[in-house]
Each structure stands twice: as C-alpha cells, then as structure tokens.
C-alpha cells in the first residue's frame, strides 16, 4: 500500500524514459526542484531539446528496450513510454539496482505516484485517485487551492503556531508536555477569533499565555525525549 511522503529531490537523480508529452512534463518537473534529470528516448520534444541544450536536463538517444546498466546509478526512474510490455523488465531493474520506479504508463502497477499538487504561504498538499481519474484530482486539487487562496485566516493560524513551537522548543518545554498544548491550543475557539482579525501579534501573545499557564500545570507529567 502506497503512504504519501514529501521528498526532497535536490540534487537527486532521476531518469525519464520516453521523449514525448509526458516524459517533458515529468522531466520538467524534477528539473524545476534541482534533480539532475537524464532523458532517454530516440525522439525528443522541442521542448526537451530547447532544456537540453539550456543544461536543463540530460538527453540520451538509446532505446528503451536496452537500457539496464545505465539506470543502476540513479535514485528515480519515470518510465513515460507508451508500451507497458517493458514494465516488467522495468519493475526487476528497480529491485536489482534499488531504485524507485515511476510507471507512468500504468497507475495500477507504479511503485511511484506523482501527484497533482499545490500550496501558498507556507502550506502544502498534493491529491491522486491513484489512476482513477486524473480530471477528479485536477478538480479537487483546484479546490483545495481556492480554499488556501481565499482564507486569509489559516495563514494567521499558521504564523501562531509556528511561532507557539519555536517559543516552547526555546524554553526547553518537554516535548510530551507540547504535544498536550499544540492540542489544547489548535482548538481553541479564542485563537481563531483573533486569527479571523487578521491581528498577528495578538495571536502570538495568546498562544504564548497558553504555553506559560499550561507548561506550569503540565510540569508534573513526565518528561519526553
């Protein structure tokens, strides 16, 4: 069963199998957050040649059927290729060089999914029906994007909070003991009052007076680690 993770890809190496629509997109994409991306195709979009000869991505001609050796040094492999014959030869490569293994050819065999995703401020969330239909996840991943758009109190809410952990952490509150306030404090109806004002520093001071009056009730509770 598949868990959600958020990745970091800096620096990582993935490779893209296949030079059509969607091997640029998955190639752009790992690009974009600093992956050193290597493209292995006979045929490449114009947009795949405009990125290789801007040092964007690397391109190799070489066909999909004899690559093996090749994908042994990286971290990722998108297989974007139309036929899913060679899933299978792919899926042993992964276990054999230990890579993970994007199938984008197939959402039912992938070890891999990418996601549609989005975020602001600070928050972010990615959606899949895992194949099902990718029109139904473009469409909540829009909803999802109009909630963070248009509610200028979760970003209030956030500031809180981060701010609530950096002032316990600095005063070395136990972390068990933390846990219990980040509770009682994201709950707290006065907090998301003050949060609808859009007044900051006022949220701040709140969540402070709660660290301080439940930190002292809480101290005989045995410390975590």
């Known amino acids: 069963m598949r868990i959600p993770l958020f990745i970091e890809f800096g620096g990582r190496k993935v490779a893209v199998i296949g030079g059509g629509y969607v091997g640029t997109s998955r190639a752009k994409k790992f690009a974009e957050v600093g992956a050193q991306v290597t493209v292995f195709s006979l045929n490449f979009s114009e947009e795949l040649l405009r990125m290789g000869e801007e040092g964007k991505v690397r391109l190799v001609k070489k066909e999909a059927s004899e690559l093996e050796e090749e994908l042994k040094e990286f971290d990722l492999v998108v297989v974007a290729i139309g036929d899913k014959n060679l899933n299978e030869k792919f ?3 992964s276990r054999k060089y230990r890579f993970l293994l994007n199938l984008a050819n197939s959402a039912e065999e992938t ?3 990418v ?5 602001k401020g600070g928050i972010r969330f990615a959606v899949t029906t895992e194949g099902k239909s990718g029109v139904v ?3 909540v991943r829009e909803m999802f994007q109009s909630v963070l758009e248009n509610d200028k109190t979760i970003y209030v809410f956030l500031s809180a909070m981060e701010h609530l952990k950096k002032y316990m952490k600095e005063r070395e509150i136990p972390v068990n003991v933390r846990m219990k306030i980040y509770s009682i404090t994201g709950s707290s ?3 998301m009052r003050i949060a609808e ?3 900051l520093e006022e949220a701040k001071k709140f969540v402070e007076k709660i660290a301080e009056e439940k930190s002292a009730e809480l101290k005989g509770v045995k410390n975590g680690f």
């Open 91 to 93: 899926k042993e490569l």
């Open 111 to 113: 070890e891999v999914v």
């Open 115 to 119: 996601p549609f995703e989005g975020g």
């Open 137 to 139: 996840a473009r469409k």
């Open 189 to 191: 109806q006065e907090l």
């Open 197 to 199: 004002t859009g007044n």
